[in-house]
Structure formats: C-alpha cells, structure tokens
C-alpha cells in the first residue's frame, strides 16, 4: 500500500516524496484513516515504528481542509523530553511544508522567550513538554479553548518521568469536546486506567503486543563485577570492534565517568543528561548522528527523544530499575527493519532488575561467558547463547593477552 492509497491530500503527498517516503509502515496505515475520520485512538507502539507520522499527517490535513479558519491552538501534542518535542516539531515541518499550517514547540531549560513570542504570533499546532506548558499557561500565553485534537504522546514514559501529575492538570484544562490521541509503547494499569478516562470509544491501533522488545534486536547479557564494568566496555568497543553505541546509564555522574574513561582511551564520545544545557546535548546528539562521535552516554531522560535509523548497538551500563525501561532503551536500535544489537551488563547488585526485565519480555536473554571480565559470585542458571550470526559492526578475535586484559582494567 501506498500513501496515496490512505486518502492524504497532494500537499502532503508532496512533502512526503521530497522526503522519500512512499509506502506507510503499519501504525500509519492502521492510524492514518481512523484519524482522519475523527475517531479517538489508542496506540500501542514502539518507539521507531514511525508514529509520529500516524498522528502528524492527519493532524496536517484536517486543519489544511478546515474551510474556517478560527485563531487559536487548534492541535496540542504533549510529549515527555525536550529533544522529542523539537523531532515532532520537525515532522510537522517537514510533512506540513506545503500546507498552510502554523507550528511550534515549547520546552524548558531554555529562555522562553522565543518561545512566547511564537505563540503570539498564533499557532495551529503546539508541541510542548507538560512544565513548560503550564508554566506558560499559567503566564496566560497559552489558551487552549479551541484545541480540537489531543495528542498524549509516550504516555507510559510520562509515568515513568513523574510527569503524571502534570499531564492530567493539562487535561483537565482542555475542551471536553475532543478527539483524543494516546500513545504508549506499554500499558502498566495507571496508564490503562489513564487511558479509559481520556479516550470516547477508541480505535485500537497495536503494531506490536505491549512490552515485547523488537524481534530484530539481538540481545546479550553479560555477568561481570561492578568494578570491571567499564574494562568489559572499553574491550567490547575496541577489541570486538563495535560501532557506533548508545550507552545507558542510571546517573548524571555515571554518565560523565563513563565519557571520562572512554575519552582517556581515546574513543569520541560525549554525554547528554539533564545537567548539560539544551544547545550541548542538541550537538552532541548532532555530532553522533554525522559520525562525529562513536559514542552517546545517556540518562534515560536525556535519551528519550532519540531517534536514529541506522543506530545498531545500544549498551546497558546499568540495568534499569524500571522493566518498562528496558524496553524503550532497546528499542533504539533495530528501526526501520535494521536489525540492531543490545547488550546488558548484569553484576551482583543488579540481578533482581534482571529478573524482572526478563519477566517483563516473557523470555531469557542469551549469556555471553566468553569475555575476560566474568562475575566472580554466584550466576542464577545461566542461559548459554545460541551460536549467532556475526553482526555487521563487529569483527575480530577474542585476545588472550594478558598485558591487554590489564589495560582495559585501568
């Protein structure tokens, strides 16, 4: 199936082949039609399966048809970080080009300045996070009386960030009169329940089952002991020739001594956390888009806007205490039908965020013994790992020498 075939109007068309996209990926071609019929929706999806799309197009088009053209936000998408707010705010340019729609974003950690002055001029469509939103709200630059579509965009993540609060005290100052958009790559019971409150009869869109991890990710787990976690990550990247990574940390400050010892050993990388300042993790994420850096450390706040096609490793430096979080760290590799690589490092103190993760995904994931670094406690039932295929960005031979076993130790 075709765009074309989805009933989208020439403008849209057009932009869409200037960006070369012809054929919808499953969550457009589900959702495209049933927004554009002005139905709710509820959406269970990934991120990487191209919904930003499935919400943005007939988002588009619907305000490009209204004949009465009425002042006044007309589109709301509510969204968790700063860099996916900025990447929606991008689609909605790059797909509305040729439409006469208005469009911004909001978010904080910057001057709001520009922001405000924007929102004077008279919006269409505003992509904001919650804080910033309601700070300007609050300052009555926002009116939201005429908002015709709600858009609650990774809703569980919402969850996850403590942004609940916030989101339902911008919902409660919406229009009853709606459609309603939600978003979700997981359903925990409060965003079901969440979900039930906002949505009139919904359509429901599922690309794939709630909490499943894409099927072309490869994962790995690796037992070894917290000190010799960042030995076993220098020998990954350098001896068995990894390529560009995604690297996740719990902490701010793991992130920045992660970056310091892979910067000692002279590998390009940088680190965005909440810490660093809208326009340094906006370059650094630029540069690790271009080649620039081989590797991005991120908290899982700072990396939830990411978005890169061709990323084929991501790295858990530190298992993540919420299972749901798993998902949506893996979930950054393996997109648009690449196949992806995600390992985990597991020592002593992380072994129950591992039972849950596992729990969680409904399977083992594959052990991986050969390494220099092994855990020196006691490993709960070992899952061999299946002989796989070697991935495309990694090559070489396991090295016995000793002298470069203790280098990676330093």
């Known amino acids: 199936m075709a ?3 989805l009933g989208i109007i020439d403008p849209i068309l057009q932009a869409l082949a200037q960006e070369g996209y012809t054929t919808p990926t499953p969550i457009q071609q589900q959702a495209i039609p049933i927004v554009l019929q002005g139905r709710d929706l509820l959406g269970c999806a990934q991120t990487g399966t191209g919904k930003t799309a499935a919400f943005a197009i007939p988002i588009i088009q619907h305000l490009a048809e209204k004949k009465q053209h009425r002042p006044g936000i007309k589109a709301l998408i509510l969204t968790p970080t700063r860099e996916l707010a900025i990447q929606i705010d991008e689609s909605f340019a790059a797909y509305g080009r040729f439409a006469k729609i208005s469009h911004t974003v909001i978010f904080g950690g910057v001057s709001q300045l520009h922001q405000v002055n924007a929102l004077k001029r008279g919006v269409d469509v505003l992509v904001a996070t919650p804080g910033r939103l309601l700070d300007l709200i609050g ?3 926002i009116d939201l009386s005429k908002l015709e579509i709600f858009v609650l965009d990774e809703a569980d993540r919402m969850l996850d960030m403590g942004f609940i609060h916030d989101v339902k005290k911008v919902i409660a100052l919406l ?9 979700s790559a997981t359903m925990p019971p409060e965003i079901q329940k969440l979900a039930d409150s906002l949505l009139t009869h919904p359509a429901l869109v599922e690309v794939t089952p709630p909490s499943s991890t894409v099927d072309k990710i490869e994962q790995r787990l690796y037992y070894t002991n917290k000190g010799d976690k960042p030995a076993l990550l220098l020998y990954l990247l350098q001896e068995k020739k990894i390529g560009s990574a995604l690297v996740f940390t719990r902490t701010k400050h793991g992130a920045d001594k992660v970056v310091k010892l892979l910067q000692r050993e002279k590998v390009k990388c940088a680190a965005i956390h909440g810490n660093k300042s809208q326009n340094n993790r906006q370059n650094a994420l630029n ?4 080649g620039k850096l081989q590797v991005l450390v991120a908290t899982d706040i700072a990396a939830r806007g990411i978005d890169i096609d061709e990323l084929a490793n991501v790295f858990n430096y530190d298992l993540p205490n919420i299972p749901e979080t798993y998902v949506h760290r893996i979930g950054r590799t393996g997109r648009a039908g690449n196949s992806g690589l995600a390992m985990s490092f597991v020592d002593g103190e992380t072994l129950k965020e591992l039972k849950d993760i596992e729990k969680l995904i409904g399977k083992k994931i594959p052990v991986i013994e050969d390494h220099p670094f092994p855990f020196t406690g006691v490993v ?3 899952t061999p790992a299946k002989p796989a295929q070697k991935p495309a960005s990694q090559s070489g031979n396991r090295s016995s020498d000793k002298n470069r076993k203790n280098r990676w130790r330093r």
């Open 287 to 290: 540069d690790f888009k271009s």
């Open 380 to 382: 709960p039932e070992p």
């Open 3 to 5: 765009f074309k075939n």
């Open 175 to 183: 229009p009853s009169k709606r459609q309603t958009l939600f978003f």
């Open 139 to 141: 300052q009555k630059y």
